[in-house]
C-alpha cells in the first residue's frame, strides 16, 4: 500500500504564499502522472493542478496564474507553489496518482491550509 505524506500547510494571511509538499513513494514515479486536490470545509474534494510525467501541468480555473504544480524525480515529490491565497484556498490539501483522470491511490492525511487575517 502507497502511503503518501503531504506537509507544507499551515496559516498565512491573504496575499501571502506557502509551498506544500507530498512524498509519494510510488513505483516508477517518474513515468506517473500525480496531482493535487483540496477540501474545502464542509465541502467535496476536488482537483486543483496536475502534472504528467513529461512536466505538463494544468490547473483549475480558480487557481490558475496563482498555483504551480512541479516534481522532482530523484526525491519521489511533487510540490504546489501557492501565491496570492486567497480565503478560499483553505482547504485540506491532498495528493495522489492519477491514471485516467481518477486518483488510485488511499488518500494521505493532507496538510492543512487556512488563509485568514
Known amino acids: 500500500q502507497v502511503r503518501l505524506v503531504e506537509s507544507g500547510g499551515g496559516l498565512v494571511q491573504p496575499g501571502g504564499s506557502l509551498r506544500l509538499s507530498c512524498a509519494a513513494p510510488?513505483?516508477?514515479?517518474?513515468?506517473?502522472?500525480m496531482a493535487w486536490y483540496r477540501q474545502p470545509p464542509g465541502k467535496e474534494r476536488e482537483l486543483v493542478a496536475t502534472?504528467?510525467?513529461?512536466?505538463?501541468?494544468t490547473y483549475d480555473e480558480s487557481v490558475k496564474g496563482r498555483f504551480t504544480i512541479s516534481r522532482d524525480n530523484a526525491k519521489n515529490t511533487i510540490y504546489l507553489q501557492m501565491n496570492s491565497l486567497k480565503p478560499e484556498d483553505t482547504a485540506d490539501y491532498y495528493c495522489?496518482?492519477?491514471?485516467?483522470?481518477?486518483?488510485?491511490?488511499?488518500w494521505g492525511q493532507g496538510t492543512q491550509v487556512t488563509v485568514s487575517s
Open positions: 495522489n496518482r492519477v491514471l485516467d483522470g481518477r486518483p488510485i491511490y488511499s
Open positions: 502534472i504528467l510525467p513529461n512536466g505538463f501541468s
Open positions: 510510488v513505483s516508477f514515479f517518474s513515468s506517473a502522472s
